[in-house]
C-alpha cells in the first residue's frame, strides 16, 4: 500500500521520499543498535559481573622478587594499587555508560 502512494507521486516527491525513507531506516537501525550497546553496561548475566568495556581493562600489577613476596608493605601496596585499578574501570565504565545514554538521546533529536 504504500509503495503504491509513493509511486503515485510526481517524480521528484517520490525521489525525496524514498530518500527520506532510506534516511530514517538507517537512522532508527543506529539508535537500535546503541540501545544494544548501552544495555551491555549493566551486570554480565552469563558471568556475575560487571561489564567492563575493552577499552577501560588494564593488567596492571605490581610486582617484586620471589624475597619480598611476603613483605607487609608491598603486598599493602599492591593492593593498593588493584584498588586504583578497580577504581578506574568502574568510573570509565560509568562516564562511558553516561555517553552511550547521552549519543542516543541526541541521535532521537537529530
Known sequence: MLRAVIESQN???KEFIIELANNSLTHSSKIIQ??????????CTKLN???????????????????F???LTFTNLRDELKAHVSEFQNQATATMRKWA??????LKIK
Open 49 to 67: 559481573v560487571p561489564f567492563v568495556p575493552c577499552s577501560t581493562r588494564i593488567n596492571l600489577e605490581l610486582t617484586t622478587s620471589e624475597e
Open 34 to 43: 546503541k540501545q544494544a550497546s548501552l544495555s551491555c553496561f549493566g551486570e
Open 101 to 106: 545514554a547521552a549519543k542516543i538521546m541526541l
Open 11 to 13: 517524480t521528484i516527491f
Open 69 to 71: 613476596q611476603d613483605d
